[in-house]
T-cell receptor
Framework: KNEVEQSPQNLTAQEGEFITINCSYSVGISALHWLQQHPGGGIVSLFMLSSGKKKHGRLIATINIQEKHSSLHITASHPRDSAVYICAVWNSGGSNYKLTFGKGTLLTVNP | NAGVMQNPRHLVRRRGQEARLRCSPM?????VYWYRQLPEEGLKFMVY????????ESGMPKERFSAEFPKEGPSILRIQQVVRGDSAAYFCASSPQRVGSEQFFGPGTRLTVL
């Protein structure tokens, strides 16, 4: 079982819909990253958080440390949001500079 | 303020050749991380370096792979005698400090081994 699990693996939505992507992890962490990767493209850091909630534009990230769960929400989704969204954690039980990644969620937003 | 730079963006090598991938961290960042993304798989940690030091190379294959981050110049990931299984996207990230600080990723180098 992977230390970081994301769901769903694939998600298709219509423009304007509210999107939720989930991330569960099985290890103690010091912080969690949400990353965005466009097909064939580079990786952009969206959020780093260790508690509570962060908001940036139409993106919202939440984390529940007790439940070992984080969610990424996209409000009023747009076709340009189509990308792979990756959850990554710093494992607090050792070398906390090593990121452990989920396999990603492929989001497709249709116009 | 330029971001993390990697070159080349695409690299094609024949089996047995050497591949050299370069990464220039963001200005002011002295910590560099290399990750590999195999087709249809997630990102995997390879190595973490500071200037002139390899801090953790536990994710590096035992043979043919090496990394350095000299006092001057970019970090280099070197793959000797490449094989088809080395075909992947290699990403570099940098951060200003070590402990749980945000990492900023480069655009990646797509290596194809023929």
């Amino acid at each position: 079982k992977n230390e970081v699990e994301q769901s769903p693996q694939n998600l298709t939505a219509q423009e304007g819909e509210f999107i939720t992507i989930n991330c569960s992890y099985s290890v103690g962490i010091s912080a969690l990253h949400w990353l965005q990767q466009h097909p064939g493209g580079g990786i952009v850091s969206l959020f780093m958080l260790s508690s509570g909630k962060k908001k940036h534009g139409r993106l919202i990230a939440t984390i529940n440390i007790q439940e070992k769960h984080s969610s990424l929400h996209i409000t009023a989704s747009h076709p340009r949001d189509s990308a792979v969204y990756i959850c990554a954690v710093w494992n607090s039980g050792g070398s906390n500079y090593k990121l452990t990644f989920g396999k990603g969620t492929l989001l497709t937003v249709n116009p | 303020n330029a971001g993390v730079m990697q070159n080349p963006r695409h690299l094609v090598r024949r089996r047995g050749q050497e591949a050299r991938l370069r990464c220039s961290p963001m200005k002011g960042h002295s910590h560099v991380y290399w990750y590999r993304q195999l087709p249809e798989e997630g990102l995997k940690f390879m190595v973490y370096l500071q200037k002139e030091n390899i801090i953790d190379e536990s994710g590096m294959p035992k043979e043919r792979f090496s990394a350095e981050f000299p006092k001057e110049g970019p970090s280099i990931l070197r793959i000797q005698q490449v094989v088809r299984g080395d075909s992947a996207a290699y990403f570099c990230a940098s951060s200003p400090q070590r402990v749980g600080s945000e990492q900023f990723f480069g655009p990646g180098t797509r290596l194809t081994v023929l």
